[in-house]
């Protein structure tokens, strides 16, 4: 069995059969757990052990949210998630623990975000690609565009 302590990276392609309890069989889809707390709904993917993961490589299978073991997950260095199927998210799905991620959301179907907005003096902040989303550019967006156009005036300068 894989040990948390001593895997680096998961690609989508190796199996996840060896993370599963021994009574999943191959025609049962994994499933996102959710555990409920007094103010909101938890999602945990069936890799929260793996706390020394570093790559986590999921593009193309399909997700349609974010679990919070991925954004909690100090040692993860890089978040693979392009060509999925998620549609919004929320300043919560942005808040990244390990502030050095690169996190790829390339080629999904997010027409709307949050974005979370780190307190000042944080040394560094996670790297988010979200080109070829259908975004709506709507109220909600706009603080976003602004920030946005914020700093590249004050790189400019």
Not at 28 to 36: D, E, R
Not at 101 to 113: C, E, G, P, Q, S
């Given at each position: 069995p894989l040990r948390s302590s001593s895997l680096g990276s998961l690609s989508a392609a190796l199996?996840?059969?060896n993370l599963l309890p021994p009574t999943w069989n191959s025609s049962?889809?994994?499933?996102?757990?959710?555990?409920?707390s007094a103010d909101q709904i938890e999602y945990h993917s069936p890799l929260r052990e793996l706390v020394n993961l570093r790559e986590l490589d999921l593009s193309g299978n399909r997700v349609r949210l974010m679990c919070d073991d991925w954004r909690s997950a100090w040692s993860l260095r890089r978040l693979d998630l392009a060509h999925n199927l998620l549609t919004a998210l929320t300043d919560t799905d942005l808040?990244?623990?390990?502030?050095?991620?690169?996190?790829?959301?390339?080629?999904?179907?997010?027409?709307?975000?949050?974005?979370?907005?780190?307190p000042a003096g944080t040394a560094a902040t996670p790297t988010v690609f979200l080109d070829h989303n259908p975004f709506s550019c709507d109220c909600r967006l706009y603080p976003a565009v602004d920030l946005l156009r914020r700093r590249a005036l004050t790189a400019a300068l």
């Open positions: 199996s996840l059969g049962q889809p994994v499933s996102i757990a959710p555990s409920t808040a990244f623990t390990s502030q050095s991620i690169k996190v790829d959301l390339r080629h999904n179907r997010i027409t709307r975000f949050r974005p979370y907005v780190y």
